[in-house]
T-cell receptor
Framework: DQQVKQNSPSLSVQEGRISILNCDYTNSMFDYFLWYKKYPAEGPTFLISISSIKDKNEDGRFTVFLNKSAKHLSLHIVPSQPGDSAVYFCAASLGGSQGNLIFGKGTKLSVKP | NAGVMQNPRHLVRRRGQEARLRCSPMKGHSHVYWYRQLPEEGLKFMVYLQKENIIDESGMPKERFSAEFPKEGPSILRIQQVVRGDSAAYFC????????????FGQGTRLTVV
């Protein structure tokens, strides 16, 4: 039973255009969401996060949107660059006394020059 | 300030042997988490530890797997009598707090059971 779902295993985008990566969740108790980026043979690198009390968080080229009623979040990258090519993982946390993150299966983004 | 350090990066074990994976958290971090990633899968939580305490081991298989984070030294994930299905990438993460902060991941240990 997957609580965090990334339904697109892959996404291909032209350099300079916008990349939109989507994530759905089922547990309404999640109160913190994160996006991680992962290159092959490396550990995940934190990218951006959002608390459930917000609906948007922006950091440079990266913006995360949260729609709690739809239990959906998305990561926008604009403009996309070839160096953004990686696997992107969405993760959710219950916070409080919980210490673990629940990850989606990831979306492989390819940005073509 | 060194990041989360995991060793070894690659570990090959024969079926039935023991595997020991080590993780040194970032300086100042007292929370350590272990995750496992199977091929084509996301990371799956295994265990959350603070110094000398296991806080949450709900993701850890009940048999053959154990974890510790002693007062001195790195956190250890121990897998006894390894089987082929244990082959995976094991990632350790650390954080300074538990709420509303990102965890920093190490580069992982790739375990191959032959």
């Amino acid at each position: 039973d997957q609580q965090v779902k990334q339904n697109s295993p892959s996404l291909s985008v032209q350099e300079g255009r916008i990349s939109i990566l989507n994530c759905d969740y089922t547990n309404s108790m999640f109160d913190y969401f994160l996006w991680y980026k992962k290159y092959p043979a490396e550990g995940p690198t934190f990218l951006i996060s959002i608390s459930s009390i917000k609906d948007k968080n922006e950091d440079g080229r990266f913006t995360v949107f949260l729609n709690k009623s739809a239990k959906h979040l998305s990561l926008h990258i604009v403009p996309s660059q070839p160096g953004d090519s990686a696997v992107y993982f969405c993760a959710a946390s219950l916070g409080g006394s919980q210490g673990n993150l629940i990850f989606g299966k990831g979306t492989k983004l390819s940005v073509k020059p | 300030n060194a990041g989360v350090m995991q060793n070894p990066r690659h570990l090959v074990r024969r079926r039935g042997q023991e595997a020991r994976l080590r993780c040194s958290p970032m300086k100042g971090h007292s929370h350590v988490y272990w995750y496992r990633q199977l091929p084509e899968e996301g990371l799956k939580f295994m265990v959350y530890l603070q110094k000398e305490n296991i806080i949450d081991e709900s993701g850890m298989p009940k048999e053959r797997f154990s974890a510790e984070f002693p007062k001195e030294g790195p956190s250890i994930l121990r897998i006894q009598q390894v089987v082929r299905g244990d082959s995976a990438a094991y990632f350790c993460a650390s954080s300074p707090y538990i709420v509303d902060t990102e965890a920093f991941f190490g580069q992982g240990t790739r375990l191959t059971v032959v």
